[in-house]
Antibody
């Protein structure tokens, strides 16, 4: 059971980036998926989640209107499209699946740095 | 969006007991918030200790227990060991958005 993030990197303020997270070893299409971020030296911040079939989506206040979460169950993948990036979006972005006692798995994270 | 508050830091002696709490700015924490608790050590991804208020995962040591206490979620560590020194976060599943607490840095000393 594994989640693997990719797509992080250095981007200029105002720029865009797309993060990807691929799941393996479990029935990806059955579970809600989350993105969680952690700025250097700071705490965890929940970013967004998406229902297993994509029919429900929620965002944290700090990213609403700028970030879009989506998924492709055929590819066992969830994505985070990030637009209008700011310095304060710089963080390690984790993919996370929490399903009570059935499944609980974190990725290792992908780093996003927003800087000119 | 609710503000979730934890003690910034706590210290416990080896073998001792300590309780970490998690409060919501919108009112009492209830089982409806489905509180989660996480442990994070430097350089590592978080590890989920507790889900749905008081349920341990198979990998969660028995010395960790959780409950609702005085309108807050609570994580109790009984018989602290040196490897329990870490940052601990709670998570509340509010209507729609999820919200993490600011974390408690637990020192075992």
């Amino acid at each position: 059971v594994r989640l693997e993030e990719s797509g992080g990197g250095l981007v200029q303020p105002g720029g865009s980036l797309r993060l990807s997270c691929e799941g393996s070893g479990f029935s990806f299409s059955n579970f809600w998926m989350n993105w969680v971020r952690q700025a250097p030296g700071e705490g965890l911040e929940w970013v967004a989640n998406i229902k297993n079939d994509g029919s429900e989506i929620n965002y944290g206040d700090s990213v609403k209107g700028r970030f879009t979460i989506s998924r492709d169950n055929a590819r066992n993948s969830v994505y985070l499209h990030m637009n209008t990036l700011r310095a304060e979006d710089s963080a390690l972005y984790y993919c996370y699946c929490a399903a009570g006692g059935v499944l609980d798995v974190w990725g290792q994270g992908t780093m996003v740095t927003v800087s000119s | 969006q609710a503000l979730v508050t934890q003690e910034p830091s706590l210290t416990v002696s080896p073998g001792g007991t300590v309780t970490l709490t998690c409060a919501s700015s919108t009112g009492p924490v209830t089982s409806g918030h489905r509180p989660f608790w996480y442990q994070q050590k430097p350089g590592q991804a978080p590890r989920t200790l507790i889900y749905d208020t008081n349920n341990r995962h198979s990998w969660t040591p028995d010395r960790f227990s959780a409950s609702l206490l005085g309108g807050k979620a609570a994580l109790t560590l009984s018989g602290a060991e040196p490897e329990d020194e870490a940052e601990y976060y709670c998570l509340l599943l509010c209507r729609g958005p999820w919200v993490f607490g600011g974390g408690t840095k637990l020192t075992v000393l």
